[in-house]
């Protein structure tokens, strides 16, 4: 681990209560339970003790320590429940550490639903963090573009473009660019300060879009599966 990637505290959300896909962070995803996959990424950058997982499900506690990670506390209940904020489960993870007397200056958390981000992404994000800004966060360049393609009503009940626009040609258009999930580096003191969508200074991290890809419905697993069963996908 490099002197870079010290005091960095791993924090990957794992809710029990998951409706798109039933149990999705326990279920074997190419024969791998699908956290794990998460897991195994952050053991790449830190030891055990700096790597949370912040769950409310007793199987999922099971399956994390059925390769040896100790789960450090139950998620309480009011941070289990479909109106249960991230913001609030990350102050949580903070807090907890913090009455053991450990205070981490660098957050990263690995949702359990983008198993295809690689090890070599993560490092490279960590190496664009510096403590002068509020985070790093993983994007994907996005196809659909307010000053093209992307509209809203008016008050008429009209579609509008999102932007207006003198523009006719896709690549004409800005870049424009949406989390995709994967990464996010936190400056912990932001984070107690205000959540992460009030961020002000926030730099992207760009993914290609396989490894963006995020496991929020069943069609989404299935497309997971067929891009590793015919090997599109390869971990590193």
Known sequence: MAAHFENILFVIPA??????????NIKELAGKILIHYSIELARHFVSDEHICVSTDDKKIIEAVESINLKVPFVRPD???????????????AVEYYKSKGINYEIMVLLQPTSPFRRREQVKDALLQYTAQIDMV??????????YYNLF?????????????????????CPDVYSYNGA????????????PLYKFEKVKKFEMDRLSSIDL?????????????NTNRIKFT
């Open 15 to 24: 809710r029990g209560g998951s409706k798109g896909i039933p149990g999705k």
């Open 78 to 92: 009011h941070l289990a429940t479909d109106s249960a904020g991230s913001y609030e489960v990350l102050l949580h």
């Open 137 to 146: 966060v993983s994007v994907e360049k996005s196809y659909w573009n307010p």
């Open 152 to 172: 809203e009503e008016d008050s008429n009940g009209y579609l509008k473009l999102s932007k207006s626009s003198s523009i006719r040609r896709r690549q004409d």
């Open 183 to 194: 990464i996010y580096i936190v400056n912990i003191k932001s984070l107690m300060m205000n």
């Open 216 to 228: 929020d419905s069943p069609i989404d697993w299935e497309w997971a599966e067929y891009l590793l």
